[in-house]
C-alpha cells in the first residue's frame, strides 16, 4: 500500500488513542449531590448509625430476656467409691453420676426486667433521634464548605474581571501620558494597581484552591480535588414567617426528642430501680437423664428418662442498702435529665431567634448590598470618564476601583451570609 495513503489512517488512530486515553471530565456537584455524598462518608452519621443499631441489639436482648429460654444440660460426675452405694460423698447417689437433660426455663413475673426492656425500646429511638442530630448539623457543615468554595470561585472571578479592569486604565494613563495629557505618576500609579491586582488574584486562586482540599474530606472516601460545585448563589430561597419556623422547630427537633427521651429512659430506671426490691416468679422444667448409667434404662429394666418442674419465688429481704442506692441514684438521673431538658428547650428557643434574625437580617442587606454594588460600578464607569476629560485624579480612579472590589466581594459575601443563616435555622427547624 502506498505511503500517502498510511498516513490518514495512521492519523485517525492516534486521535482515537488520544480520545480514549484523556481524563475523565472533572466531577460537577450541586448541593444536593454534596449532601449525599458527605452524609455516606460521615464518621459522625456512620456513628450514629451504628449507635442506633447497637440500640437496637439492646432491645432485641432485653424482650428475649423475658420470654422462656431452652438449653441443654450435659454433666458427668466422678466420686471416688468407697463401698457404699453413693460413693464417696453423700450428696451424690453413686460413683458414676450422668445428667443429660433440656431445661427450660422462664420468668413468670419480673417487673425490672419489663421496666429494662422498656428502657432499651426508649434508648433505640433515642439514638434514632441522635442520628437526626448528626444529620442536620451535618448539613450545616456542607452548606458552609460547599458555599465558601462558591463564594472563593465568585472572588476569583472578581479579582480577574478587577484585573481586567487596572490593566484597562493602565492603557488609558499610557495614551493620554503619550498625549502629554497626564503625567507619568500616573503610569506609576495604575502600573501599581495593576501589579496589587495580580497578587489578589493569585490569593483568591489559593483561597479557592484550599476550599476545595477542605470540601473533599468531606465529601470523598480517598483524596481527590478533580470537582467543581454549582453556584446556585442567585436562585431565591424565601425565609418562612417567624411562627411558621417556630411551629416547625417544636414540631420537628431532634434534640427536644432527644432529650424527652433521657427524661423517659431514667423514669424506667426508677422504676427498675424499685422492683429490685418487689418479689419475682419463675419457674424450670428439666427432662432427661439423671442417673448412674448413660442409659435409657438401669440394669434392672427401669426407666432412667423422665421429666421434673419447679417454680420458685424470689423474695429481697436485706440487701445492705444497696436496693436504696440503686433507687437514689436512678431519681438523681431522672431529675438531671429533667434539668437537661429544660435547658434543651430553652437553648432550642434562644437559638431559634438568634438563627431567625440573622437570616433575616442577611436576607434584607441583599437588596442593599446589591444596590450598593451597582453604585459603584456606575461610579468607576463615570469617574475613568471624568479622568479621560481630566477632571479628576488618578487617584479619584484608584478609589473608585478598590470601592468596586469591594463592593463585589461584599455583595457575594451577604448572599453567602444568608445561604449559612438559613443552614443553621434549618438544624432546628428541618427543611422549609
Known sequence: MPFKLLLPGLAL?????ALAQSPPAALRLTLEDAMARARA?????LSANIATLLAREDTVQAKAALLPEASSFNQFIYTQPNGAPSGTFVSNDGPHVYNNQAVVHGDIYSFEKIADYRKTQVAEAVARAKVEIASRGLTAVVVQNYYGMVS???KVANAQQSLSEA???????QKQERGGEVAHSDVVKAQIQVEQRQRDSQEAQLDLDKARLGFSVLLFPDFRQDFSVVDDLDVSRP???LADAQKLAGANNPDIRAAQGAVEMESWEVKSARAARLPSLSFDYFFGINANQFALHDPEGLRNYGSSAQIQLNIPVWTWGAASSKIRQAELGLQQAHNDLSFTQRQLLANLNAFYLEADAASFQIGSLRHSLDLATDSLRLTKLRYQAGEVSVLEVVDAQSTLVDARNAYDDGMVRYRLAVANLQTLTGAF
Not at 13 to 17: K, N, S
Not at 41 to 45: F, K
Not at 167 to 173: A, N, V
Open 13 to 17: 488512530a492516534l486521535c482515537q488513542g
Open 41 to 45: 462518608n460521615s464518621p459522625q452519621i
Open 152 to 154: 472563593a470561585a465568585r
Open 167 to 173: 490593566r484597562e486604565f493602565l492603557d488609558i494613563t
Open 239 to 241: 425565609l418562612p414567617p
